[in-house]
């Protein structure tokens, strides 16, 4: 008798930088035979039901199971339908939300205790994962959502503290023991985001779970970074298993629209109007799925992108207004540019031949959603790693150009901050990176390479591709030596 598949319980975060790569790597293990359940909220789950839906209609694939546990909201002090990072009225509330999180535990280990799946693979953000998966003697393998290399740069700071020395927050200075000199300056640290908001006990168990936990999976490919991989492994002495990047296993159009959540532009509407451009001559403009701008900084930034010249998607979160200054802005610019409030198709969207730039924040999601299609950034880093992510693609990938930014946004505070960059720069950054040119038409070549490679990773044989199948063969192992002493 054929022994039962693998069976993997999914605990993505809800955010969705964390929600929707989970989704797609809980696929991704479907596809090479696992059976595979997803753990998640009511409205988190109605964000990806559809893709799941398709993918358990396909015979090829073993279904994916979901479970889905209520948030405790009022328990928490959170308003109702309060689901999801994105969805908080407040970044205030993250101390809140980190709660009701916490309050998932009893119910998450009586869901392990009743199917008795063979391992977990869970958030960073989920730190108990560690403990229920202990508890029921079952590996738990950790997703980490950035790559090695910023990884690596957090763990050399922590390490080595090397900024305690230095008292300017503008100054460069080493971060010691990685495999190659990299600088960063105060103003760049992760730590200076969160600072007000009562969160360090919840970052410090998610260390803690760290060190208690098997492994790490990562959202990262090895030849892009194969020294940091290496690195990685030593720091934390742990199997890493690089399989990403995991959106291209949204091949469907359709998948990649829904992607993450109902896209708030008619995707035929999307496709058409970049149809209608010629290749690499549209700037998509995001900052992800939780960044905000202060009004004057939402100004400068259309101004900027009017006074390019050049054609551009422009993704505003549904609760920001142009404002008054920007009220015919559309109108100005109806020929060139397309503004889409709320929630865009953004694979779908990096994925056209019309796009020949991303202006990003620099969420690592975004970075290799980008590098998965060859198309060369404009970075502009507003809080977490970002700024790491930055000197990986500038630095390292040599695939972009930098608006400039020299610090981030406190969280919570990015709607009252002042103007970080001004229309003239903004505009010089686009121009840079837009037009054509020696530098430019080097990096896209670069890009060009970075993309091919990607996909050879996911193919069959491919780095990622094996890596999928190891981690796979691992924990069967694990579950025989399991059963072995069960019995
Ligand atoms: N995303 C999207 N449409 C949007 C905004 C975001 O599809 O309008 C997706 C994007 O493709 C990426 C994720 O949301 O997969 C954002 O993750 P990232 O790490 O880039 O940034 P974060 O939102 O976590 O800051």
């Known amino acids: 008798m054929e022994p039962p598949h693998l069976h993997v319980f999914f605990f993505p975060f809800m955010s969705p930088g964390h929600l929707i790569p989970m989704v797609d790597r809980a696929r991704l293990f479907a596809i090479h035979g696992v059976k595979s359940t ?23 694939y073993v279904p994916i199971d ?41 119910p998450s280990s009586d869901l392990v205790r009743r199917h008795r799946p063979d391992a977990i693979i869970s958030d960073l953000n989920l730190p108990w994962t560690a403990e229920i998966a202990r508890e029921h003697g079952i590996p738990r ?41 990299v600088f960063i300056t105060k103003s760049h640290m992760p730590e200076r985001f ?10 410090k168990s998610f260390m803690e779970a760290e060190r208690n936990t098997y492994g790490v999976v990562a959202n990262t490919f090895y030849e892009i970074e194969p020294e940091y991989v290496e690195h990685y492994k030593k720091i934390t002495g742990k199997k890493v ?21 109902k896209a708030s532009i008619d995707k035929e509407r999307c496709l058409t109007w970049l149809d209608s451009k010629k290749p690499n001559s549209v ?19 259309g101004l900027g992108l009017e006074a390019s010249n050049h054609s551009f998607i ?28 709320g929630w865009a198709p953004q694979v779908l969207i990096l994925n056209h031949e019309a796009v020949g730039g991303f202006m990003t924040h620099c969420g690592w999601n975004s970075v290799l959603e980008s590098v998965s299609e060859g198309v060369p950034l404009i970075t502009w880093p507003l809080f977490a790693e970002q700024f790491y992510n930055e000197n990986f693609v500038l630095h390292r990938l040599r695939i ?31 121009t840079r990176l837009m037009s054509d040119g020696e530098i430019v038409e080097e990096m896209r070549k670069r890009a060009n390479r970075l993309r091919d490679i990607a996909r050879s990773a996911v193919e069959k044989g491919g780095s990622s591709h094996v890596s999928v199948g190891l981690l796979i063969e691992d924990l069967l192992n694990q579950r025989e030596e399991r059963l072995a002493r069960e019995h």
């Not at 997803?38 to 090829?60: A, E, G, Q």
């Not at 469907?252 to 829904?258: G, I, Q, V, Y």
């Not at 920001?320 to 409030?341: H, M, S, T």
């Open 38 to 60: 997803i753990i998640t909220t009511p409205l988190n789950l109605s964000r990806f039901r559809s893709i799941i839906d398709r993918h358990n209609c396909s015979s090829d």
């Open 66 to 106: 979901l479970h889905v546990l209520d948030l405790p909201f009022s328990a928490a002090g959170l308003p109702e339908n309060c689901e999801n990072l994105d969805s908080l009225p407040s970044r205030l509330m993250s101390y809140n939300f980190s709660k009701a999180i916490m309050m998932l535990r009893p």
């Open 141 to 181: 393998i950790v997703f980490n959502g950035g790559c090695c290399f910023s990884l690596s740069v957090i763990d050399g700071v922590a390490r080595h503290k090397p900024h305690e020395n230095i008292s300017s927050d503008t100054e460069p200075f080493l971060v010691p023991g990685l495999p190659d000199p």
């Open 194 to 203: 969160f600072g007000n908001l009562g969160l360090h006990e919840f970052f």
């Open 241 to 261: 298993w690089p399989v990403g990047p995991v959106s291209l296993c949204n091949k469907k159009a359709l998948d990649m629209a829904e992607r993450g959540n």
């Open 283 to 301: 700037l998509y403009v995001s900052f992800g799925s939780l960044c905000t701008f202060s009004q004057s900084q939402l100004l400068e930034l």
């Open 314 to 341: 422009w993704v505003i979160r549904d609760h920001q207004e142009l404002g008054f200054a920007l009220k015919d802005f559309e109108e100005r610019v109806r020929d060139r540019g397309l503004i889409i409030r």
């Open 400 to 430: 972009g150009v930098g608006i400039g930014v020299q610090s981030g946004l406190a969280w919570g505070e990015e709607e009252s901050s002042d103007v970080l960059m001004e229309k003239d720069q903004i505009a010089e950054a686009v």
